[in-house]
């Protein structure tokens, strides 16, 4: 089975700042996709973002983009100009050449006015 | 457009009873999950299916079952709950392999006493 990790249990920003999630994940294979998600109070999984791993091109999406280091197996997420609507847990999530989604542990997000 | 639909939002169970949690897509997706999430454990497989009539089993199955006779139902059955099955629980769907994202429900918050 693959393996994902987030070694940041919380993480805070304050408002209009820059963070950045971190997630390593380990695997033998070459093609693969890369997600992260985005849970707020609501407890609703929101895609917030993809990658595919034959890309060499980070993914951007509005204000979050990503740092994907195939070589290191890391793939963190920036989030840019932090709102107060950004809190929530954010999980990274793998799917290889099998049928399943292998998540992270989740990093809590606080964001401070 | 619903998406995917779980119903029960919370249940209390005591120790010993059985119970359903239903899971239903208008999506037409083939590929159909269901998870645990516990405080800093992240998402659990629990079991998943890739179309009707096709189950296997996840990282963590004991003490549940499923079926998938629709496309568009996969409901999980707890038999004989106990403490340790209280969590939340999440269904999800994806329409294909690799990187397709997976849609989530609204999760199910189980308590077992």
């Known amino acids: 089975a693959q393996t994902v990790t987030q070694s940041q249990p919380e993480m805070s920003v304050q408002e209009a700042e820059t963070v950045t999630l971190s997630c390593t994940y380990d695997t033998s294979e070459s093609d693969y996709y890369l997600f992260w998600y985005k849970q707020p109070p609501s407890r609703q999984m929101i895609l917030v973002i993809r990658?595919?791993?034959?890309?060499?091109q980070n993914a951007t999406e509005n204000r979050f983009s990503v740092n994907f280091q195939k070589a290191a197996k890391s793939f963190s997420l920036k989030i840019s100009d932090s709102q107060l609507g950004d809190a929530a847990m954010y999980f990274c999530?793998?799917?290889?050449?099998?049928?399943?989604?292998?998540f992270g542990t989740g990093t809590s997000l606080t964001v401070i006015p | 457009n619903a998406g995917v639909t779980q119903t029960p939002k919370f249940r209390i169970l005591k120790i010993g009873q059985s119970m359903t949690l239903q899971c239903t897509q208008d999506?037409?997706?083939?590929?159909m999950y269901w998870y645990r999430q516990d405080p800093g454990m992240g998402l659990k497989l629990i079991y998943y299916s890739v179309g009707a009539g096709i189950t296997d089993k996840g990282e963590v199955p004991n003490g549940y079952n499923v079926s998938r006779s629709t496309t568009e139902d996969f409901p999980l059955r707890l038999e004989l709950a106990a403490p340790s099955q209280t969590s939340v629980y999440f269904c999800?769907?994806?329409?294909?392999?690799?990187?397709?994202?997976?849609?989530f429900g609204q999760g199910t918050r189980l308590t077992v006493v």
């Open positions: 999800a769907s994806s329409s294909g392999p690799r990187g397709t994202e997976a849609f």
């Open positions: 990658q595919e791993a034959y890309k060499q």
């Open positions: 999506m037409n997706h083939n590929y």
């Open positions: 999530a793998y799917r290889g050449t099998g049928n399943q989604f292998y």
